[in-house]
């Protein structure tokens, strides 16, 4: 019904930015919270930073002045743009997006396959 589609990571050497891209489509009456969050090996996955369909943020404090995350809600796509990127920040990063379904009563959350962001010199 709903397809989470990454892009946007690779090698990055530490200090470096890269900026991750998640588009959702499908059968989407409106999309709530979308986050990112990322899950490194022998880690749990954790929230990095989330957006409301109002602009409200929330960030993890390890990424605050760091990672800005933003929306386009015309094109149901949201962006995180990271900078000063540390070694330990490598991890595969998932985009989960809570959405209202045509046709479907409450909210449902989607999750993207993951982009690999690797921080190393």
């Known amino acids: 019904q709903v397809q989470v589609v990454e892009s946007g990571g690779g090698l990055v050497q530490p200090g470096g930015s890269l900026r991750l891209s998640c588009a959702a489509s499908?059968?989407?009456?409106?999309?709530?919270?979308m986050g990112w969050y990322r899950q490194a090996p022998g880690k749990q996955r954790e929230l990095v930073a989330a957006?409301?369909?109002?602009?409200?943020?929330n960030y993890a404090d390890s990424v605050k002045g760091r990672f800005t995350i933003s929306r386009d809600n015309a094109k149901n796509t949201v962006y995180l743009q990271m900078n000063s990127l540390k070694p330990e920040e490598t991890a595969v990063y998932y985009c989960n997006v809570r959405a209202n379904i045509r046709g479907r009563v409450g909210s449902y959350d989607y999750w993207g396959q993951g982009t690999q962001v690797t921080v190393s010199s």
């Open positions: 499908g059968n989407i009456a409106s999309i709530n919270t």
């Open positions: 957006i409301t369909s109002g602009g409200s943020t």
